[in-house]
């Protein structure tokens, strides 16, 4: 009896062990990558221990890539879906080219790039991503070193995530190079830097997230203006009754190898985009569709060159409301000219009389007179037509 006992109880416990080598779940495993970047590879984890794939297993597990120097965790099949409750990426690359992974987050803790002294880089080439929870990433970074999160290709949805740029000269970096990032509900905080890039990637306020009740999604990027690219930046607002909110500008880049013209902003879907701060990028300003509004308190600016039409000249189809100020850079202007600001044939312009203005960039004020222009000796724009124009002095004087 006790001979028969001690085999029905070790052989349950012997089948289980097979069942678990080499690939478990509802732990944290630690990426060594020490032999090479293939997540099966057993060899590359701690303890040769692998996540579980599968869903009921998965979602409960901890990846922590933390391998310096060594090889990065690349997930890269196209046919695998990884659930996960968390990834932590520190002092690592994380590299995604291929298949889905979903992080649930369900023990509301976060995931992070960098952060508590460490720097991290998270890459996605591909695929899809996706945070089914309300504080799903932090990029972020306390120490010498920066944290990054780079979109190059494919899909990542957010509930909400946060940029945490830190202290000692820390940068929490996200950079929009191509496919889209679904974000309901950006946040930021932190007293460090932040830099946000559009190099041809779409920014999507909120797309098809189950709480699109919330009418409004607020990007501040922790009081730093975002940069545009030569790739340029894609906004889309899919809803009619959603506003993307900009709070800190969209400027122009000036990272070296950047061109003098960038790649512009397409604002494309049924919504708003409202562009708060100072709005300085160079290239072709297109709008798809819903509107464009530039509030009171805020700036667009233009920079006429002799000869030449706008670069970012406002085209396309939809409503812009200009409440804020037009601010004409007159550097490269010449002598004299003409410029139009935007098409009035497929646009819809709409003023705010009481906050709207157009000025120099030296603070000289264009005046508004009887006939609806707005004017100095030297300058005009005409609302109806979007025309700017720059009187010869020859003019003035015969004019006196």
């Known amino acids: 009896?006790?001979?028969?006992?001690?085999?029905?109880?070790?052989?349950?416990?012997?089948?289980?062990?097979?069942?678990?080598?080499?690939?478990?779940?509802?732990?944290?495993?630690?990426?060594?990558?020490?032999?090479?970047?293939?997540?099966?590879?057993?060899a590359n984890w701690e303890n040769g221990l692998v996540p579980a794939l599968d869903a009921d297993n998965g979602r409960t597990n901890t990846i922590t890539i933390a391998n310096g120097e060594n090889h990065p965790l690349r997930f890269n099949r196209a046919d695998e879906v990884l659930w996960l409750d968390t990834f932590q990426v520190q002092n690592?690359?994380?590299?995604?080219?291929a298949g889905t992974v979903i992080v649930t987050n369900s023990a509301q803790t976060v995931s992070r790039i960098g952060g508590f002294n460490h720097g991290g880089t998270m890459t996605v080439n591909g695929g899809r991503l996706v945070f089914a929870q309300w504080d799903s990433l932090y990029v972020s970074e306390n120490g010498p070193s920066s944290a990054k999160l780079i979109l190059n290709d494919g899909t990542i949805e957010f509930f909400r995530y946060s940029l945490?740029?830190?202290?000692r000269g820390a940068v929490?970096?996200?950079?929009?190079?191509?496919?889209?990032?679904?974000v309901l509900q950006p946040t930021e905080t932190g007293v460090g830097t932040n830099l946000v890039c559009f190099n041809g990637g779409t920014l999507r306020a909120g797309g098809n997230w189950p709480y699109s009740q919330q009418s409004m999604a607020n990007y501040a990027f922790n009081a730093q203006p975002a940069l545009i690219r030569a790739g340029g930046a894609v906004i889309?607002?899919?809803?009619?009754?959603?506003?993307?909110?900009?709070?800190?500008?969209?400027?122009?880049?000036?990272?070296?190898?950047?061109?003098?013209?960038?790649?512009?902003?397409?604002?494309?879907?049924?919504?708003?985009l409202t562009l708060m701060g100072t709005n300085t990028w160079t290239g072709a300003t297109i709008l798809e569709g819903g509107t464009l509004r530039l509030p009171a308190g805020s700036e667009m600016r233009f920079a006429p060159q002799e000869g030449l039409p706008l670069p970012n000249r406002i085209s396309g189809s939809g409503t812009v409301r200009f409440e804020g100020c037009l601010r004409i850079d007159p550097a490269a202007a010449g002598h004299a000219g003409e410029w139009q600001l935007f098409d009035p044939e497929t646009l819809q312009v709409v003023y705010e009389s009481t906050t709207f203005s157009v000025a120099l960039t030296d603070g000289t004020r264009l005046e508004s007179l009887e006939d609806g222009t707005c004017a100095t000796p030297q300058w005009r724009f005409t609302p109806e037509t979007g025309m700017l124009r720059k009187i010869p002095l020859a003019s003035l004087f015969i004019l006196h």
């Open 236 to 272: 889309d607002v899919p809803a009619a009754n959603r506003t993307a909110v900009i709070q800190c500008g969209l400027e122009h880049s000036t990272l070296e190898g950047d061109p003098a013209i960038d790649g512009g902003l397409r604002k494309t879907g049924a919504g708003t």
């Open 92 to 97: 690592g690359h994380l590299i995604m080219d």
């Open 1 to 42: 009896m006790k001979a028969r006992f001690l085999v029905s109880a070790v052989l349950p416990l012997f089948l289980l062990l097979i069942a678990v080598a080499g690939r478990t779940s509802g732990a944290t495993f630690r990426w060594l990558g020490s032999e090479n970047d293939d997540w099966h590879d057993a």
């Open 164 to 167: 945490r740029g830190g202290t």
């Open 172 to 182: 929490a970096e996200m950079h929009l190079n191509g496919g889209v990032m679904n």
